[in-house]
């Protein structure tokens, strides 16, 4: 069975400043797919950044980026610059090959970021 | 922004009475997903179909049904609402390719 392990439920950084959000998996398959999804207060579920595990380069987005260490089945997301605006829950998720490809998501962490 | 829609946002309801929440896609998506988020904020896969006709129950038992008539339509019905279905419940599609999967703003229920 595939898992996803967020190992910090609650992390806080202050405005301007660099946090990483740790997330790792377990997956017997050879070829998927990571994401980070963000979940602001009372407000929809939003894509960050996608990984695809056959690509070696670490996927960016403006301020956010990966560390995909498949060997590790580590995945882990630096938000840098931190604005008032990140401030929310993040979500790790594999997608499942079965159940549809439906997204199976980690615990998630909530992010505080501090002006 | 994604074009999935889900009503009511928030439903207070008594025990016992049907509801059904409702979720509509207008991206052609075959793929449909509900989700039930826990208090904690953990999501749980309770149902997803692959397309017209089909659904399927996901990974966290549900007591809820749901139905795939149409491509954009997906909703989940509960016959007797009880108080432990206190819930966010979050609907999201994905086309067929191996792509991230849209969200709606989700639907916040309450069983007094």
């Known amino acids: 069975a595939q898992t996803v392990t967020q190992s910090q439920p609650e992390m806080s950084v202050q405005e301007a400043e660099t946090v990483t959000l740790s997330c790792t998996y377990d997956t017997s398959e050879s070829d998927y797919y990571l994401f980070w999804y963000k979940q602001p207060p009372s407000r929809q579920m939003i894509l960050v950044i996608r990984?695809?595990?056959?690509?070696?380069q670490n996927a960016t987005e403006n301020r956010f980026s990966v560390n995909f260490q498949k060997a590790a089945k580590s995945f882990s997301l630096k938000i840098s610059d931190s604005q008032l605006g990140d401030a929310a829950m993040y979500f790790c998720a594999y997608r499942l090959e079965g159940s549809g490809y439906a997204l199976n998501f980690g615990k998630g962490t909530s992010l505080l970021v501090t002006p | 922004e994604a074009d999935i829609y889900q009503t009511p946002r928030y439903l207070v309801i008594g025990t016992g009475k049907k509801i059904t929440l409702e979720c509509s896609q207008t991206?052609?998506?075959?793929?449909m997903y509900w989700y039930q988020q826990d208090p904690g904020m953990e999501l749980h896969l309770i149902h997803y179909?692959?397309?017209?006709?089909?659904?399927e129950k996901g990974d966290l038992s549900s007591e809820s049904t749901v139905s795939r008539i149409r491509t954009e339509h997906f909703p989940l019905t509960l016959e007797s609402a009880r108080p432990s279905h206190t819930s966010q419940y979050l609907c999201a599609s994905s086309p067929i390719s191996h792509t991230e999967a849209f969200f709606g703003q989700g639907t916040r229920l309450t069983v007094v």
């Open positions: 991206m052609g998506h075959d793929k």
């Open positions: 179909s692959y397309g017209v006709n089909s659904t």
């Open positions: 990984q695809e595990a056959y690509k070696q």
